[in-house]
C-alpha cells in the first residue's frame, strides 16, 4: 500500500494511477482519487460506460441485503450518492450544475418487498428484524394497507415490507457525471483503449499499464473491468476468481404515470443473490422510470459471456411480473436487455490493493449491486490510496480473504 | 362487409381491411395522441414506427397498420400512455395456451420475393419449409394485395399450393435462440440448429397461437422499410413514408390523401406515385431530391445491369405523364404545416449537398398527404439475434450461397442490401437451396454441390452479381446527403416517440465535441441513447436511430449498429410470455465457457463475398 502524501514533489509526467474500467466503479474510483488532487487516466476498451453499468437498472439497494459487509458498503453508498451528486453540481456552478440529481434521475421512491405466499411473509419477518438492528429503516406494511402503496399490485399479498431508503439512479447519467468531474479536474479519459497488462519494475512493483495504444507508466493501476476483472487479473500476473453472471431485464411500452410507484420485488429476491448456482435464478424486481417504461428484473445466470438469450428465462421473469401485477398481462414488452455482472464466490466486491503484486488494486466483483455500492467503493478505495483513515472496515473486502482464495486455488488446480 | 365501432360509431368494413384502413376510410387523419399531447396518424404504414398505436377491444398499443380488424371489433382512440382495461369475461379467454411445437428443417422468415423463392428453391430441393409471415398472404410489400381478391402471381400461389411448405400466415417472429434444433448425430456447437418463436393471430392481439419452430437451417428475408428524414411538420398527421402510401394503396386500396405530394430520392418514388394514382388520389409533384442524371455517368453499366428495370419504370413514368404529375429533381419537401394534419408543404430547390437554396422556397396550398422516401433501412433484428456479422455496419454480410458469418443461417433480400425485387429473388433462390443442403448435409461444407444446385445455382448466382452491380449504381446514384440537416429547427422532432427535439440532440453533441478520443465517440451510441433518450421508445430507434447517429456527423459515432439490437423481435404481451413454453431441450446451445464474443467462431466455414 502507498504510504505518505498523495502530492509527493516533484511529480513526474505520468499519471498517479491508471483506472481500468469507465463503468460506474471505475467512474466513482478516479472520481474520489481526483478529488484528492491524485492525477488519473480512466481506459476503456469500448466507449464510456457501455459495458455493466449501460445495461442494469439503477438500483440503489438496502432492502435486499442481509446484515454484514455488503449491507455496511450499501447503507455508506445510500448515504453518500445525493451528497456527492450535490457536491459535483456545486463544482459545476449554478448554470450547469443545477439539477445535476434530477438530470442523473436520482429518485427515492423506496422499496417495497411483497410476499406472495406464507413461507415467504415468515422469511421475510426474520429478515426485516435483522436488518432493522444493522440500521435499515424497514417498516412493515399490512395486506390491507399494501394497495395504497401500489394500487394495481395482485390480492392476496401476505406481507409487505417497506424500505424508504431504497432509490435509483440512471447508471449511465450518474456515470457520466463522475467521468465529466474527472475531466474537469485534469483527469484523461480514453475510449477504444485495451489494457493487456502491467510492466513491473525492480521489487516487482507495477511501474507502467500495457495497453493496446502502447505502454502507459504510471504509479498504480486499478483494476475496475467489472465482469472482465478476472481476465485483466489474469494478464496482469494477479488471478481474481471474478466471473461474468448474466442479468436480464424486461422493458415495457409507456405506460401512465403511478401505475407502478415503488421499486416492487418478490421476497424470493434475496434467495437468488445469495446463490453461485449456475442454473437460472429469477426473483422479480418491478419499477417505472421517468421514460413510463416500467423496467422488469432480474435474472441471474453463469453462462459466460454469452450474449444471446434464452427464452426461458425471458419467460421466467414475464411470469413473476403478472404475477405481482396482474394488470401487466397485457402490457407489450417492447425490449430486453441483457448484462454481465461481476460475480464472486463469496458474494463480496473486493476492493482494495494486491498484496501479491504492489501497485495493482481493485475494484470490482459487485455483482448485480455495482451502482448502489459504487460511491461508497471509490470513496473506500481512494482513502486507502490515500492513506486516510477508512470510512468502513477494509478487512472484508480486501483480495487476500478465505472466500477467495479457496476458489482461486480451484481455479489454478 | 362486417360491422365494427370507431370510438363508438358503427363502421362497415371489409374483409382483410386493416384498422388504420377503417379510420382512414372514416374520415380520421390521426387517432392517437402521444404523452406530449402531438395528434398522430398512421406514418410508416408497415408495422415499424409504432405512430398508427389505437385502443381495440380494451387493448392499448395495437399497431393500427398492421391489425386486420374482424366482426365487433371496437376500434378506440389512443390518448398518451394506457392500460390495457379488457371485461373480466375475455381475460380468462385470453389465457395462452402452450406452445405448438413443431420441427422442420428448413424456416423462412419473410414471404416477400426472397422469401418466396428461398421457400420454393428449398421445398424444390426436397425439404419441408416453413414459411413465416406477418401478412394475410405471402408476397411482402412488392407483391402485397388485397386481401379479399383472387391470389396473384405464381409465387405467391406456388408457395400455399407446395405439399412440402407450410404457410403460416399472420405470424411474427418475436425471437429466436441457438440450439434446439433437429437432431444431427454430432455434437458440434455450431450445428445445434434454431429454435424460432412465432406468434400468430391478430396484430398485438393478446393470447394468439404460440408456435416454437425447431429448426436446422434458417433463411432471413426480412425485408426493409423505408427512411424518413425529419423535417418540420414531419410528424403531422397525413405526413407518411412512401411505403406506407404504397402498402394501403395496394393492400387496402385505400388512398392516404385527394391531394398528395411526393418526396424523397430513388425511383422507388415512382411506383409510389403510380399507386397514388391508380386509387384516386390526385400527385400534386414527385420531388426527387437527388439528380437522376448520376444514371448518365454510368450508361452502359446502367443498361447492362438494370434494363430488366426499364419497362418497369417507363410504365410509370407514362402513367404520370398521363396525368400530368410535374416530376422535379434536386427539389425536395422540406417543411409540413399544419395545426392537427398537414395542410401545406413548402418545397425548396437543393444545393448539390441538400441544403435549401435561399430564396428557392414556396408553398404548396391544399395539401393533405406527404408520402417521403430516402431509400431503405434493412430489418436486422433477427439477423444479430442470430449473431450475424455485418457490412458496413449496415447489412448482413453474406457468402457466394447467401450464407452469414453464422453456420446454417442464411440471408436474402433487402437485409444483405438493396437492389430491387429480382435481386432479392434470386438471392433467395440461392439461400433456398444452400439451406436445404445445410439442413441434409449439416457441417458437411465441403461436399456443397448437389444436383439442383450444379443445375440451378450457377444461373441465379449470375442473377445476383448482375443485381449486385445495379444495387451498387442505384446506392451511388441516389446517395443521401447531409444538408438535410439544415432543414431542421430547433424544435422538429428527431425521435418521433420519445419526442426529441433537434435541439435537444444539438446540445447533446455540442457538450460532448466530436474530438474522438474525449468526445461523443467515448460515449457511443448507448450514452447518447440513454442521456437524450432518443431511441427508447416503442419504435426502439427504427426510425430515429440512423438520423440520431446522421446529426453527430459521419462516423461521429464509433457503434451506430447497437441501436439494432432487438433481442426481442417484435412486442410481445407479458401474458403470451409468460405462457408455457415447451421444454427445453439438453442441445440448447448456451456454453458456459464461451469466451470473447467478438471472437470468430473458427468452425464458421465462412468468408464474405468479395463481390
Same mark, same amino acid.
Given at each position: 500500500?502507498?504510504?505518505?502524501?498523495?502530492y509527493?514533489?516533484?511529480?513526474?509526467?505520468?499519471p498517479?494511477?491508471?483506472?481500468?474500467?469507465?463503468?460506474?466503479?471505475?467512474?466513482?474510483?478516479?472520481?474520489?482519487?481526483?478529488?484528492?488532487?491524485?492525477?488519473?487516466?480512466?481506459?476503456?476498451?469500448?466507449?464510456?460506460?457501455?459495458?455493466?453499468?449501460?445495461?442494469?437498472?439503477?438500483?440503489?439497494?438496502?432492502?435486499?441485503?442481509?446484515p454484514?459487509?455488503?449491507?455496511?458498503l450499501?447503507?455508506?453508498?445510500?448515504?453518500?450518492?445525493p451528497?456527492?451528486?450535490?457536491?459535483?453540481?456545486?463544482?459545476?456552478?449554478?448554470?450547469?450544475g443545477?439539477?445535476?440529481?434530477?438530470?442523473?434521475?436520482?429518485? $427515492?421512491?423506496?422499496?417495497?418487498?411483497?410476499?406472495?405466499?406464507?413461507?415467504?411473509?415468515?422469511?421475510?419477518?426474520?429478515f426485516?428484524?435483522?436488518?432493522?438492528?444493522?440500521?435499515?429503516?424497514?417498516?412493515?406494511?399490512?395486506?390491507?394497507?399494501?394497495?395504497?402503496?401500489?394500487?394495481?399490485?395482485?390480492?392476496?399479498?401476505?406481507?409487505?415490507?417497506?424500505?424508504?431508503?431504497?432509490?435509483?439512479?440512471?447508471p449511465?447519467?450518474?456515470?457520466?457525471?463522475?467521468?465529466?468531474?474527472?475531466?474537469?479536474?485534469?483527469g484523461?479519459?480514453?475510449?477504444?483503449?485495451?489494457?493487456?497488462?502491467?510492466e513491473?519494475?525492480?521489487?516487482?512493483?507495477?511501474?507502467?499499464l500495457?495497453?493496446?495504444?502502447?505502454?502507459?507508466p504510471?504509479?498504480?493501476?486499478?483494476?475496475?473491468?467489472?465482469?472482465w476483472?478476472?481476465?485483466?487479473?489474469?494478464?496482469?500476473g494477479?488471478?481474481?476468481?471474478?466471473?461474468?453472471?448474466?442479468?436480464?431485464?424486461?422493458? $415495457?411500452?409507456?405506460?401512465?404515470?403511478?401505475?407502478?410507484?415503488?421499486?416492487?420485488?418478490?421476497?424470493?429476491?434475496?434467495?437468488?443473490?445469495?446463490?453461485?448456482d449456475?442454473?437460472?435464478?429469477?426473483?422479480?424486481?418491478?419499477?417505472?422510470?421517468?421514460?413510463?417504461?416500467?423496467?422488469?428484473?432480474?435474472?441471474?445466470?453463469?453462462?459466460?459471456?454469452?450474449?444471446?438469450?434464452?427464452?426461458?428465462?425471458?419467460?421466467?421473469?414475464?411470469?413473476?411480473a403478472?404475477?405481482?401485477?396482474?394488470v401487466?398481462g397485457?402490457?407489450?414488452?417492447?425490449?430486453?436487455?441483457?448484462?454481465?455482472?461481476?460475480?464472486?464466490?463469496?458474494?463480496?466486491p473486493?476492493?482494495?490493493?494486491?498484496?501479491?503484486?504492489?501497485?495493482?488494486?481493485?475494484?470490482?466483483?459487485?455483482?448485480?449491486?455495482?451502482?448502489?455500492?459504487?460511491?461508497?467503493?471509490?470513496?473506500?478505495?481512494?482513502?486507502?490510496?490515500?492513506g486516510?483513515?477508512?470510512?468502513?472496515?477494509?478487512?472484508?473486502?480486501?483480495?487476500?480473504?478465505?472466500?477467495l482464495?479457496?476458489?482461486?486455488?480451484?481455479?489454478?488446480? | 362487409?362486417?360491422?365494427?365501432?370507431?370510438?363508438?360509431?358503427?363502421?362497415?368494413?371489409r374483409?382483410?381491411?386493416?384498422?388504420?384502413?377503417?379510420?382512414?376510410?372514416?374520415g380520421?387523419?390521426?387517432?392517437?395522441?402521444?404523452?406530449?399531447?402531438?395528434?398522430r396518424?398512421?406514418?410508416?404504414?408497415i408495422?415499424?414506427c409504432?405512430?398508427?398505436?389505437?385502443?381495440?377491444?380494451?387493448?392499448p398499443?395495437?399497431?393500427?397498420?398492421? *391489425?386486420?380488424?374482424?366482426?365487433?371489433?371496437?376500434?378506440?382512440?389512443?390518448?398518451?400512455?394506457?392500460?390495457?382495461?379488457?371485461?373480466?369475461?375475455?381475460?380468462?379467454?385470453?389465457t395462452?395456451?402452450?406452445?405448438?411445437?413443431?420441427?422442420?428443417?428448413?424456416?423462412?422468415?419473410g414471404?416477400?420475393?426472397?422469401?418466396?423463392?428461398?421457400?420454393?428453391?428449398?421445398?424444390?430441393?426436397?425439404?419441408?419449409?416453413?414459411?413465416?409471415?406477418?401478412?394475410?398472404?405471402p408476397?411482402?410489400?412488392?407483391?402485397?394485395?388485397?386481401?379479399?381478391?383472387?391470389?396473384?402471381?405464381?409465387?405467391?400461389?406456388?408457395?400455399?399450393?407446395?405439399?412440402?411448405?407450410?404457410?403460416?400466415?399472420?405470424?411474427?417472429?418475436?425471437?429466436?435462440?441457438?440450439?434446439?434444433?433437429?437432431?444431427?448425430?454430432?455434437?458440434?456447437?455450431?450445428?445445434?440448429?434454431?429454435?424460432?418463436?412465432?406468434?400468430? @393471430?391478430?396484430?398485438?392481439?393478446?393470447?394468439?397461437?404460440?408456435?416454437?419452430?425447431?429448426?436446422a437451417?434458417?433463411?432471413?428475408c426480412t425485408?426493409?422499410?423505408?427512411?424518413?428524414?425529419?423535417?418540420?411538420?414531419?410528424?403531422?398527421?397525413?405526413?407518411?413514408?412512401?411505403?406506407?402510401?404504397?402498402?394501403?394503396?395496394?393492400?387496402?386500396r385505400?388512398?392516404?390523401?385527394?391531394?398528395v405530394v411526393v418526396?424523397?430520392?430513388?425511383?422507388?418514388?415512382?411506383?409510389?406515385?403510380s399507386?397514388?394514382?391508380?386509387?384516386?388520389a390526385?400527385v400534386?409533384?414527385?420531388?426527387?431530391?437527388?439528380s437522376?442524371? #448520376?444514371?448518365?455517368?454510368?450508361?452502359v453499366?446502367?443498361?447492362?445491369?438494370?434494363?430488366?428495370?426499364?419497362?418497369?419504370?417507363?410504365?410509370?413514368?407514362?402513367?404520370?405523364?398521363?396525368?400530368?404529375?410535374?416530376?422535379?429533381?434536386?427539389?425536395?419537401?422540406?417543411?409540413?404545416?399544419?395545426?392537427?394534419?398537414?395542410?401545406?408543404?413548402?418545397?425548396?430547390?437543393?444545393?448539390?449537398?441538400?441544403?435549401?437554396?435561399p @430564396?428557392?422556397?414556396?408553398?404548396?396550398?391544399?395539401?393533405?398527404?406527404?408520402?417521403?422516401?430516402?431509400?431503405?433501412?434493412p430489418?436486422?433484428?433477427?439477423?444479430?439475434?442470430a449473431?450475424?456479422?455485418?457490412?458496413?455496419?449496415?447489412?448482413?454480410?453474406?457468402?457466394? *450461397?447467401?450464407?452469414?458469418?453464422v453456420?446454417?443461417?442464411? =440471408?436474402?433480400?433487402?437485409?444483405?442490401?438493396?437492389?430491387?425485387?429480382?435481386?432479392?429473388?434470386?438471392?433467395?433462390?440461392?439461400?433456398?437451396?444452400? #439451406?436445404?443442403?445445410?439442413?441434409?448435409?449439416?457441417?458437411?461444407?465441403?461436399?456443397?454441390?448437389?444436383?439442383?444446385?450444379?443445375?440451378?445455382?450457377?444461373?441465379?448466382?449470375?442473377?445476383?452479381?448482375?443485381?449486385?452491380?445495379?444495387?451498387?449504381?442505384?446506392?451511388?446514384?441516389?446517395?443521401?446527403?447531409?444538408?438535410?440537416?439544415?432543414?431542421?429547427?430547433?424544435?422538429?422532432?428527431?425521435?418521433?416517440?420519445?419526442?426529441?427535439?433537434?435541439?435537444?440532440?444539438?446540445?447533446?453533441?455540442?457538450?460532448?465535441?466530436?474530438?474522438?478520443?474525449?468526445?461523443?465517440?467515448?460515449?457511443?451510441?448507448?450514452?447518447?441513447?440513454?442521456?437524450?433518450?432518443?431511441?427508447?421508445?416503442?419504435?426502439?430507434?427504427?426510425?430515429c436511430?440512423?438520423?440520431?447517429?446522421?446529426?453527430?456527423?459521419?462516423?461521429?459515432?464509433?457503434?451506430?449498429q447497437?441501436?439494432?439490437?432487438?433481442?426481442?423481435?417484435?412486442?410481445?404481451?407479458?401474458?403470451?410470455l409468460?405462457?408455457?413454453?415447451?421444454e427445453?431441450?439438453?442441445?440448447?446451445?448456451?456454453?458456459?465457457?464461451?469466451?470473447?464474443?467478438?471472437?470468430?467462431?473458427?468452425? =464458421?466455414?465462412?468468408?464474405?463475398?468479395?463481390?
Amino acid at each position: 500500500m502507498r504510504q505518505g502524501s498523495p502530492y509527493p514533489p516533484p511529480r513526474p509526467p505520468y499519471p498517479d494511477v491508471v483506472v481500468v474500467g469507465s463503468g460506474i466503479i471505475g467512474a466513482a474510483c478516479a472520481e474520489a482519487l481526483t478529488r484528492r488532487g491524485v492525477r488519473v487516466t480512466v481506459l476503456d476498451r469500448a466507449p464510456l460506460a457501455s459495458g455493466t453499468t449501460a445495461h442494469g437498472e439503477g438500483n440503489l439497494l438496502v432492502s435486499d441485503k442481509p446484515p454484514g459487509p455488503e449491507l455496511d458498503l450499501a447503507l455508506a453508498s445510500s448515504a453518500r450518492w445525493p451528497r456527492l451528486l450535490a457536491e459535483l453540481g456545486e463544482e459545476l456552478g449554478e448554470e450547469l450544475g443545477t439539477g445535476l440529481a434530477e438530470r442523473c434521475e436520482y429518485e $427515492t421512491k423506496g422499496g417495497l418487498v411483497v410476499a406472495l405466499g406464507e413461507a415467504g411473509a415468515r422469511a421475510l419477518a426474520g429478515f426485516t428484524a435483522a436488518q432493522r438492528a444493522a440500521g435499515v429503516t424497514a417498516r412493515e406494511v399490512g395486506p390491507h394497507d399494501v394497495h395504497a402503496y401500489e394500487p394495481h399490485l395482485a390480492p392476496g399479498v401476505r406481507a409487505a415490507v417497506h424500505y424508504p431508503q431504497d432509490a435509483q439512479v440512471q447508471p449511465v447519467a450518474a456515470a457520466a457525471a463522475l467521468l465529466d468531474a474527472v475531466r474537469r479536474r485534469g483527469g484523461i479519459l480514453r475510449a477504444g483503449v485495451r489494457a493487456l497488462g502491467v510492466e513491473r519494475g525492480p521489487g516487482g512493483r507495477v511501474t507502467a499499464l500495457r495497453t493496446s495504444a502502447g505502454t502507459l507508466p504510471c504509479g498504480a493501476v486499478v483494476n475496475a473491468c467489472g465482469p472482465w476483472a478476472g481476465r485483466f487479473a489474469g494478464e496482469a500476473g494477479a488471478p481474481l476468481p471474478v466471473q461474468p453472471r448474466r442479468g436480464l431485464v424486461l422493458v $415495457t411500452a409507456p405506460l401512465p404515470p403511478g401505475t407502478v410507484r415503488h421499486k416492487v420485488y418478490d421476497a424470493d429476491y434475496v434467495g437468488a443473490v445469495g446463490s453461485g448456482d449456475a442454473d437460472l435464478r429469477t426473483s422479480t424486481v418491478v419499477e417505472a422510470t421517468r421514460g413510463g417504461t416500467v423496467l422488469i428484473g432480474s435474472s441471474r445466470e453463469r453462462s459466460g459471456f454469452e450474449e444471446r438469450f434464452r427464452v426461458a428465462v425471458l419467460r421466467e421473469l414475464a411470469r413473476k411480473a403478472t404475477a405481482l401485477f396482474p394488470v401487466l398481462g397485457h402490457v407489450p414488452v417492447i425490449r430486453a436487455y441483457g448484462g454481465f455482472r461481476p460475480y464472486t464466490p463469496d458474494h463480496l466486491p473486493v476492493i482494495g490493493p494486491d498484496p501479491r503484486l504492489p501497485g495493482l488494486w481493485h475494484a470490482t466483483g459487485h455483482e448485480g449491486a455495482g451502482i448502489g455500492l459504487a460511491p461508497a467503493t471509490g470513496e473506500l478505495l481512494a482513502q486507502l490510496y490515500a492513506g486516510e483513515p477508512p470510512c468502513l472496515d477494509p478487512e472484508p473486502y480486501r483480495v487476500a480473504r478465505p472466500g477467495l482464495a479457496a476458489e482461486e486455488a480451484r481455479c489454478s488446480a | 362487409m362486417f360491422r365494427v365501432t370507431v370510438d363508438g360509431a358503427e363502421r362497415w368494413a371489409r374483409t382483410g381491411q386493416t384498422a388504420a384502413a377503417v379510420l382512414l376510410a372514416a374520415g380520421r387523419a390521426s387517432w392517437r395522441t402521444t404523452r406530449g399531447g402531438r395528434p398522430r396518424g398512421i406514418f410508416c404504414g408497415i408495422g415499424v414506427c409504432h405512430d398508427c398505436l389505437v385502443v381495440v377491444n380494451g387493448v392499448p398499443d395495437v399497431r393500427a397498420c398492421w *391489425r386486420v380488424v374482424e366482426a365487433g371489433d371496437r376500434i378506440e382512440t389512443q390518448e398518451g400512455a394506457r392500460l390495457p382495461c379488457l371485461p373480466p369475461e375475455t381475460g380468462a379467454g385470453t389465457t395462452p395456451g402452450a406452445a405448438r411445437e413443431v420441427t422442420v428443417p428448413v424456416v423462412v422468415v419473410g414471404a416477400g420475393p426472397a422469401g418466396l423463392a428461398a421457400a420454393l428453391a428449398a421445398a424444390g430441393a426436397g425439404a419441408r419449409v416453413t414459411l413465416v409471415d406477418d401478412g394475410e398472404r405471402p408476397g411482402g410489400q412488392f407483391l402485397r394485395q388485397a386481401a379479399d381478391g383472387p391470389a396473384r402471381g405464381a409465387a405467391v400461389r406456388a408457395v400455399q399450393e407446395h405439399p412440402r411448405i407450410a404457410w403460416l400466415p399472420g405470424s411474427t417472429v418475436w425471437a429466436l435462440e441457438p440450439g434446439g434444433g433437429p437432431p444431427s448425430g454430432t455434437q458440434d456447437r455450431t450445428d445445434a440448429g434454431w429454435t424460432v418463436h412465432v406468434l400468430q @393471430g391478430p396484430a398485438d392481439a393478446p393470447g394468439r397461437t404460440a408456435h416454437t419452430l425447431r429448426t436446422a437451417a434458417l433463411v432471413l428475408c426480412t425485408g426493409a422499410y423505408d427512411r424518413a428524414l425529419p423535417f418540420p411538420g414531419w410528424d403531422l398527421p397525413g405526413v407518411v413514408t412512401a411505403g406506407a402510401a404504397q402498402a394501403l394503396a395496394k393492400g387496402q386500396r385505400t388512398a392516404i390523401g385527394r391531394r398528395v405530394v411526393v418526396s424523397g430520392t430513388g425511383p422507388f418514388l415512382l411506383p409510389v406515385a403510380s399507386s397514388l394514382l391508380t386509387v384516386g388520389a390526385r400527385v400534386l409533384g414527385v420531388y426527387e431530391a437527388g439528380s437522376p442524371a #448520376a444514371w448518365l455517368r454510368t450508361p452502359v453499366a446502367a443498361l447492362r445491369d438494370g434494363h430488366a428495370k426499364l419497362p418497369e419504370l417507363l410504365t410509370y413514368a407514362a402513367r404520370l405523364a398521363r396525368h400530368r404529375v410535374p416530376y422535379r429533381t434536386r427539389q425536395a419537401v422540406v417543411a409540413a404545416h399544419g395545426r392537427d394534419r398537414v395542410e401545406a408543404v413548402t418545397v425548396a430547390r437543393l444545393t448539390p449537398e441538400w441544403q435549401i437554396s435561399p @430564396g428557392s422556397e414556396r408553398r404548396i396550398e391544399d395539401v393533405d398527404a406527404v408520402c417521403v422516401g430516402y431509400g431503405f433501412t434493412p430489418q436486422l433484428e433477427l439477423a444479430l439475434a442470430a449473431g450475424c456479422a455485418l457490412r458496413d455496419n449496415t447489412w448482413v454480410a453474406v457468402g457466394a *450461397r447467401q450464407q452469414t458469418s453464422v453456420p446454417g443461417v442464411y =440471408a436474402a433480400g433487402e437485409p444483405t442490401g438493396i437492389g430491387g425485387a429480382a435481386l432479392a429473388a434470386a438471392e433467395g433462390e440461392l439461400a433456398g437451396l444452400a #439451406a436445404a443442403h445445410w439442413a441434409e448435409h449439416r457441417g458437411d461444407a465441403a461436399g456443397w454441390a448437389p444436383a439442383d444446385v450444379v443445375a440451378r445455382g450457377p444461373a441465379a448466382r449470375r442473377r445476383v452479381l448482375a443485381g449486385r452491380r445495379f444495387a451498387r449504381l442505384l446506392a451511388a446514384a441516389h446517395p443521401v446527403r447531409d444538408g438535410w440537416h439544415t432543414w431542421l429547427g430547433e424544435d422538429t422532432l428527431v425521435c418521433r416517440c420519445e419526442e426529441v427535439p433537434y435541439g435537444v440532440l444539438r446540445t447533446a453533441v455540442g457538450e460532448r465535441g466530436p474530438d474522438a478520443s474525449d468526445g461523443l465517440a467515448a460515449d457511443g451510441m448507448c450514452t447518447f441513447k440513454l442521456t437524450t433518450r432518443v431511441g427508447l421508445g416503442p419504435c426502439q430507434g427504427r426510425i430515429c436511430a440512423r438520423n440520431a447517429a446522421g446529426l453527430c456527423g459521419p462516423g461521429t459515432l464509433p457503434d451506430p449498429q447497437t441501436a439494432d439490437r432487438r433481442p426481442i423481435a417484435q412486442p410481445v404481451r407479458l401474458a403470451d410470455l409468460a405462457a408455457p413454453g415447451p421444454e427445453p431441450r439438453a442441445t440448447t446451445a448456451l456454453d458456459p465457457t464461451a469466451l470473447d464474443p467478438g471472437a470468430p467462431d473458427p468452425a =464458421a466455414p465462412y468468408r464474405e463475398d468479395p463481390t
